[in-house]
């Protein structure tokens, strides 16, 4: 019997993304446990059984073999809430590989303009890094007009996901030898997206290669200092930065960058722009007027594209929805569901 860890850990992100314990999934194919639990770690089983577990998983029994032995984890990364559970975790890692397999059978490897970087303590530091990718992909100092446009262009896979349940902003993954993938929650505001999508960027870049699948405090603050940098660098904040900081003023500064007030008191403060006075003024004023869960001056919302038209293109071509099922190994109607516009399905 050949051993297969990459499907077990593909039979096992199946279950968590529909929300089944190894119990109870044990008992819908009829195994025992500890069967299902080899399974997971790779253990083979016959057709029959890998059919029960398609139709349990909804998806086909193609999805089993297709998995590549050589396949490696993703490393994952979540923009969460503060008390996520460890359930919700396991849910959106597993939601995020699922979803990276995915998108490699149905678009192959994905080539990207964006790299790793090392980030030293002290010598390079999140916004040296955040100041290279800028380079990288040509923004100057300059405001991101469209930053979900800017990821696309440099090969990034982008997704709205409900993850309100699970409380977590965001996800994200970058397979070895293919484009980063972030799915950014359903829920989040079009002022948050922004800061959101771009510390999901952050540890893309920093840290996917340190083979962690949560990040830790540090690596949190490392992907918020990557963000603020990379949304508003240091030289243009410095000098577009009010003398008097009135609310005009910051909002006038938010939608010229496209930086929630929330975050630009924040970045105001970490820079010395703002004394510790002066930004906890701030954060009482935003939080006293209801200001932080609705700002003023909202930002357009920015809705990814490229993987849409991808799909459109390939079905222009010819291809038939079920055949691109296929080729992702999913249902039909879970295909439709995923991945194509709600009108085109309904
Ligand atoms: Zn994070």
Known sequence: MAINPARGAFVEALRLSRGFTQAEMARRVNVSQSTLSKVESGTDIDDAHWEELGRALGVPSSAFRAVDPGLAPVHVFHRKQRGTPKGAVNKVGAEIALMTQRLSDLLGAHPTSLRHYELEDGFITPQDIARSVRKDLGLGVEPISNLVAILEDAGAIIMRWPLESIRVDAVAAWPDESAPVILVGEHVTAERQRFTMAHELGHAVMHINEHVDEATVDQEKEADAFAGEFLIPWVALRKEWPAQPSLDALITLKQRWGISLAALIHRGHDTGLLTEDEYRNWS???????????????????DPTALGSAINEAIEGGASVGELAAQAHMSELEFSSTFLPKEQYS
Do not use: K, V
Not at 284 to 290: K, P, R, V
């Open 284 to 302: 009482i004023e935003l939080s006293t007027t209801g200001m932080h869960r609705r700002e003023p001056a909202s930002l357009p919302r920015e």
